[in-house]
């Protein structure tokens, strides 16, 4: 009982421990970054800028410690998340402020210059790389908002190369996790709540459902691939299936991106018409896939039961 209880205490210090240290750090970053000389609104409004950078990262820090001693696991991990991404954006901010790289940079045009002239254009790609495989595995960033990002500072063909790199091969390390390390380890990093009710929804039909959300935005694919880990799925299925949507998915957002403008009254017509159909389409799979699975069951039935049979005289 001491030995449990010994330990327990030293799981809550250490734990403890990394979320104001990580609070920290990142707070330190972004001040430091703010203090670099800089444009005009953050030179004019400097003071203002660190007092609301340190008020933010203490709470923040309180809420996750809040979180952590009332076990409140859901809200404990976003809370670490949230933490991780602060750290991460934060020694970017400072990196591109204590350069003087924020000041210089006007338009995304000198910002595709500065970095093919830095010399620094492979470390931007291992770093966009990483992030893309970070917002599979860890980071609740909407892969959408990077591949935004990613097609304009590197254009659409080489953002579609690079994100799907990224996040095909976190996406495997998903499936890898869920099917390995099971249930336990997946609850942890996904959530009991949002775990159990997909697992519910997929129940009996992942391989079709599953592999209908992986090519729609609005779906969570990355906790879709903690998912996948603990179906029946199999690994070649997986691997294939994975890398047909998401190649997909990635190359027509990132070209989406590059042609549809959001600053004409056409683009922003075409964009709603997009997100519309979307929508029309989550909503369907949603409330009728038990019909689109038993469907599919019922014009491939035979193939199934042949299959079935197969794998029973194996046994």
């Avoid at 750090?25 to 203090?35: I, N, R, S, T, Y």
Wanted: with cysteine; charged share 15%.
């Amino acid at each position: 009982m001491k030995k449990t209880t010994v330990r327990t205490i030293l799981i809550y210090i250490l734990n403890a421990t990394a979320v104001v240290v990580g609070c920290i750090a990142a707070c330190a970053l972004v001040v430091f970054a703010l203090l670099c000389d800089s444009i005009t609104f953050i030179n004019d409004h400097r003071t203002l800028l660190i007092s609301i950078a340190i008020g933010l990262m203490f709470i923040v820090m309180l809420l996750s410690l809040i979180f952590y001693i009332l076990d409140l696991k859901s809200l404990y991990r976003l809370a670490v998340c949230v933490i991780v991404c602060l750290i991460i954006f934060s020694g970017v901010f400072f990196a591109i402020s204590a350069t003087g790289f924020i000041k210089e940079m006007t338009s995304v045009e000198d910002l595709r210059e500065f970095i093919e002239n830095s010399g620094g254009y492979g470390v931007t790609v291992c770093m966009f790389i990483l992030i893309q495989f970070l917002q599979v595995v860890l980071l609740p960033i909407p892969s959408t908002v990077t591949v935004m990002a990613g097609t304009a500072i590197f254009g659409p063909w080489w953002c579609s190369l690079y994100s799907f790199i990224g996040i095909f091969v976190g996406s495997v390390v998903a499936f890898a996790i869920g099917r390995l390390l099971g249930y336990r380890v997946v609850c942890w990093i996904v959530g009991k709540e949002d775990l159990d009710k997909w697992l519910k929804k997929i129940r009996g039909k992942d391989y079709l459902i599953l592999s209908i959300m992986f090519l729609l935005p609005l779906f969570p694919d990355d906790v879709l691939c903690f998912i996948s880990g603990l179906s029946s799925m199999t690994w070649p299925y997986f691997i294939v299936m994975i890398f047909i949507t998401r190649a997909l998915s990635i190359t027509l957002s990132s070209l989406s991106f590059d042609s549809i403008p959001f600053t004409t009254w056409w683009g922003l017509l075409i964009w709603a018409a997009i997100i519309a159909a979307v929508v029309a389409l989550f909503y369907f799979v949603i409330k009728y896939s038990e019909q689109i699975d038993r469907f599919i069951k019922t014009k491939f039935g035979l193939r199934f039961k042949k299959r079935k049979s197969d794998s029973d005289k194996k046994r």
